[in-house]
């Protein structure tokens, strides 16, 4: 006769390798850093991709999309605005993608919520991806402050181990910076300046805007197909064209 399963201890709900509803996302933070455009391509590529998104948008980041898209985003109504903001193109256009009414698997977590689930590393997450990340955000997760959600999520990213990309967007970079970005290095996030390159036959901004969020996901190892990559022929994309 088969000895019935022993229910779990008090701080061991669900089995050894077991997900509260199997979903495990990849939580996007988006700091106030210009840079608007990588995210949406960044989070239009993850969800095209059928992956689980946990969204937190820092309140500077708000002030940045509204100043460069004139898109406001709100707590109360993130859904319509994170649509609006995913169809909209980097060169402004307002509906260049096609978003669906549903926005796909994304949870929205507000950034002050620190009781939020990524706050937590026992909550199921693949990664967190920073997109951009301004140099106080980056200041703040090498010196582990967690003033709010986005930096929370980021250091209990470190200290679980998880893929950590943050996509740092300024120019020049101060000394502090550079060693902030050094500690974060050491301590294994992948530090990936917002560096567009023209190898690959760019012939728009949205080109440009496509290769920095496609090499965010290269190194986070998400699939896409967001721009044409090096295949060791000088001068090979011009006569082709672009994809």
Not at 41 to 55: C, I, K, M, N, P
Not at 176 to 186: G, I, P, R
Not at 203 to 232: C, M, N, S
């Amino acid at each position: 006769m088969e000895t019935p399963h022993e229910p779990y201890g008090p701080h061991e709900p669900y089995g050894p390798h077991e997900e509260v509803g199997g979903r495990r996302p990849w939580v996007v933070g988006v700091s106030g850093a210009s840079g608007t455009p990588y995210a949406a391509s960044v989070l239009r590529a993850l969800l095209a991709a059928g992956e689980a998104v946990d969204l937190v948008v820092s309140r500077a980041s708000r002030l940045t999309l509204l100043d460069e898209t004139g898109i406001g985003f709100r707590d109360a109504h993130w859904r319509d605005d994170l649509r609006r903001w995913l169809a909209r193109g980097a060169d402004g256009t307002p509906d260049a993608f096609e978003v669906p009414a549903e926005v796909a698997d994304v949870t929205h977590w507000s950034p002050g919520d620190l009781a939020a689930g990524p706050s937590s590393g026992s909550y199921p997450a693949k990664g967190m991806l920073i997109v951009p990340a301004s140099t106080a955000c980056v200041a703040g997760v090498a010196l582990g402050l967690s003033k709010d959600l986005l930096q929370r999520a980021a250091s209990v990213t470190l200290k679980e181990r998880r893929k950590l990309v943050v996509a740092v967007r300024e120019t020049p970079l101060s000394g502090q910076t550079l060693k902030a970005l050094v500690t974060l290095d050491e301590a294994g996030a992948v530090v990936m300046p917002a560096s567009p390159a023209f190898y690959a036959g760019a012939t728009h901004i949205q080109d440009l805007v496509d290769f920095v969020a496609g090499r965010v996901l290269d190194a986070a190892g998400v699939p896409h197909k967001l721009y044409r990559r090096w295949e060791g022929e000088l001068g090979g994309d011009r006569d082709r064209g672009t994809a």
